[in-house]
């Protein structure tokens, strides 16, 4: 490491900044809002730290995120030179706004799908045009799987098909009005009986037990999460080794009505970056396959197994 990398964490407000992104990506509005300082003034410090090759930014639509860099020496030296900063009362506090921030996000999320359950199903095709996503997830389904989960089950489309090919179903949904629909699809003694199990929870904290899954897929969801690499992690803990992951994603667009108009927080991903969070979650993806579906956008069909 050479001076540039000093000088640039020789002021209070970029200290600051690296303290929070070590533990968050925001935005550069969220960093405003901790930060109570004007942007103009935070993009600059933004601009003195990424031009140090300190911080990772991403460009999603029309907003960027900023987080601390994703590895190699740039991260080392951070992790060495923070903990003779210990945080003040300041930074702790800026972390606490930052959780809150986030926690926003999700709460933002359950309302709107609160809002539109009526709606889903419908909104869902005019998306995917004439791809049957349940039958894609159903064929995904290993012969003789004992448990099955869908996360972000929504009003259960998919959950309903791969119900003749597991043992025991389970559909978590942060959103209480979607599992409400989604309870109408399956039959009352199979309800009972325990054999569908419907759970309100989020993906980052899902209800259920370690390696509880042989199969989980995640249809449309990850976009939606506040931190997509937490529900990836999350998939991973609820899932026996070698067990399937199937997963369906929006490929990175730029279509910003998708945010108002199905409260996505994500514009997609790109397919090299969505392999590598796998990867680290603790998956093994498999070659992706690529569907063009409505509104001009294309879906990332991948199966992962988990190591």
Known sequence: MDLLHFKALSDATRLRLVHILLHYELSVNELVRILGMGQSRVSRHLKILAEAGLLASRRDGLWVFYTAPPGGEKLAFLRAVLPFVPPDAIMRADLVLAAQILEERARTTRQFFNAIAEDWDELNREVLGALDLAEVAGAALPAGCGTAVDLGCGTGAVLSRLLPGAGTLIGVDGSARMLELCRRRFQPEDLASGRVSLRIGELSHLPLRDQEADFACINLVLHHLPVPAEGLAEARRIMSPGGTLFLA?????????????????WLGFDEATLRASLERAGFRPGPPRREPVGRGLTLLLMTATAC
Do not use: I, P, V, W
């Not at 994603?249 to 927080?265: I, K, P, Q, V």
């Open 249 to 265: 994603d929006f490929l990175a667009h730029s279509d910003e009505t998708m945010r108002s108009r199905y409260g996505d927080h």
